[in-house]
């Protein structure tokens, strides 16, 4: 009867370490109870940084920085950095730093930033270059002490045909191809406004 016993001892031990490494283990700084971190190494947000979203006043969310950042292009085209909570609203700028490169390539652009007199973005101490579309860098430091962070896109001001924004910040599901905009053709834009700007 030994034998009998060992064995069903060892099948009820290899029974219990199979269920115990299948339980979910507690995950660290887990307050949502959803198995993911809230914040810390490994947080994620309630975000999905693969879905396109407008930004709150209608620009392109950069998810690259914490916090994000809406880049918009203002009616004077100039461009206002905006750093978002997770609900998508303004947080006070604290530290945060910005410059754009943009334009023709043999001769570009450099923007700077200052905080806006609201407290809760930067905008550009110029206007843009003259222009629909161009390539531009933008450049972010969230600290003194964090390396930048630098986005570079085509800064498409033409008006998306199938959505509410301008191309830079549209939110449809269209292929990119090789910076060139989306998969629709650029040539259909011919019914949009394409001027350029006073400064």
Do not use: W
């Not at 198995?35 to 209608?58: E, F, L, M, S, V």
């Not at 998508?88 to 730093?97: E, F, H, I, R, W």
């Not at 007199?117 to 933008?138: M, R, W």
């Not at 450049?139 to 002490?145: A, C, D, Q, R």
Request: overall charge negative.
């Amino acid at each position: 009867m030994k034998p009998t016993i060992t064995r069903n001892a060892i099948i009820i031990a290899l029974s219990l370490a199979v269920i115990g490494c299948n339980e979910k283990q507690p995950v660290a700084h887990d307050q949502e109870s959803d198995g993911k971190p809230d914040h810390g190494p490994g947080a994620h947000h309630d975000h999905d940084h693969g879905q396109k979203t407008a930004g709150p006043n209608g620009g392109r969310i950069i998810t690259s920085v914490e916090p994000h950042a809406e880049f918009l292009v203002t009616d004077e085209y100039k461009v206002r950095i905006t750093f978002l909570d997770d609900h998508n609203k303004a947080v006070t700028v604290s530290g945060q730093t910005a410059e754009i490169v943009c334009g023709d390539r043999s001769n570009p652009t450099t923007l700077s930033f200052a905080v806006d007199a609201d407290g809760n973005s930067l905008l550009s101490t110029a206007a843009l270059p003259e222009g629909d579309k161009y390539p531009l860098i933008l450049t972010i430091k969230t600290s003194s002490t964090e390396a930048p962070v630098r986005e570079k896109f085509t800064l498409d001001l033409s008006d998306c045909p199938t959505c509410d924004y301008r191309e830079y910040a549209c939110t449809c599901d269209h292929s990119h191809h090789g910076g060139h905009g989306h998969g629709h053709g650029h040539g259909d834009h011919d019914d949009h406004d394409h001027h350029d700007h006073d400064h």
